[in-house]
């Protein structure tokens, strides 16, 4: 699935702008993508993510600027599903990072090194990620 547009430094809008548009045709692609694979889906694991966050409050332009915290989503066979993995940081003055930013709470090398070492089971993630511990949140069982 590719779907570009999702650095909206202007003109971001709100609940039926052009990123709730985003929102909404990459829901129905991963839905699309699910039906497809129906049985088969249980040894598929898809893991959405992007390699920057955007800050919480809106910039001049009514778009949003680059920033720390982000999200991930995970589904597919063997993940423990409709569940939130991380502590919300809030958005209060005190709780955000600098200018902004939504404070990180959940390293993305502890998702994707779960991931690795229960659906794939890789017990060499910390080649991987050297000099880095995973911490497993419990969202994949072994594959």
């Known amino acids: 699935m590719d779907l570009g547009g999702w650095d909206p430094h202007v003109a971001q809008g709100g609940a039926e702008g052009p990123m709730a548009n985003l929102m909404g045709q990459l829901a ?22 992007s390699e920057f966050g955007r800050r919480a409050q809106e910039n001049g332009g009514l778009g949003t600027d680059h920033g720390h915290g982000n999200m991930m989503m995970v589904m597919g066979g063997g993940i423990h599903g409709g569940n939130v993995y991380a502590d919300w940081p809030g958005l209060h003055d005190a709780q955000v990072v600098g200018p902004g930013d939504l404070a990180i709470t959940t390293d993305y090398r502890d998702v994707i090194g779960e991931l690795l070492h ?4 890789n017990p060499l993630v910390a080649d991987i990620f050297p000099g880095y511990k995973v911490n497993e949140l419990g969202l994949a069982v072994f594959g």
């Open 28 to 49: 129905q692609g991963l839905a699309a993508f699910y039906e497809d694979l129906q049985d088969r889906m249980q040894r598929v694991t898809l893991v959405v993510m």
């Open 118 to 121: 229960k659906r794939l089971n």
